[in-house]
């Protein structure tokens, strides 16, 4: 069994929800009293706007994670020379 370092579970989850708030975002609701930029009635009405700041946040949780997760052990396969 793998066990992770704390806090990787922490980062995978934040980066999760992120990444599912950014496709509500763009779910169509008909009961969405203003159409979104993208011209239909959507759950947020600045739906590109949104989805693209949460799948940033989302991207810069994920790099943060593989740097402190898995950077070091690149770093220590690039050192290894034959």
Same mark, same amino acid.
């Given at each position: ?11 995978? #989850?934040?980066?999760?929800? $992120?990444?599912? %708030?950014? *496709?509500? =975002? ?6 969405? @009293?203003? &159409? +979104? ?13 949104? #989805?693209?700041?949460?799948? $940033?946040?989302? %991207?810069? *949780?994920? =790099? ?6 898995? @950077?070091? &052990? +690149? ?8």
């Amino acid at each position: 069994m793998k066990t992770r370092k704390k806090g990787y579970g922490v980062l995978m #989850t934040i980066t999760k929800v $992120l990444t599912l %708030g950014a *496709v509500i =975002t763009v779910i169509p609701n008909p009961v969405a @009293g203003k &159409a +979104s930029f993208l011209g239909y009635p959507a759950v947020s009405a600045l739906a590109p706007i949104s #989805t693209g700041i949460l799948l $940033l946040l989302a %991207g810069i *949780v994920c =790099t943060i994670r593989s740097k402190k997760f898995t @950077g070091q &052990a +690149s770093v220590s396969l690039q050192n290894s020379n034959p």
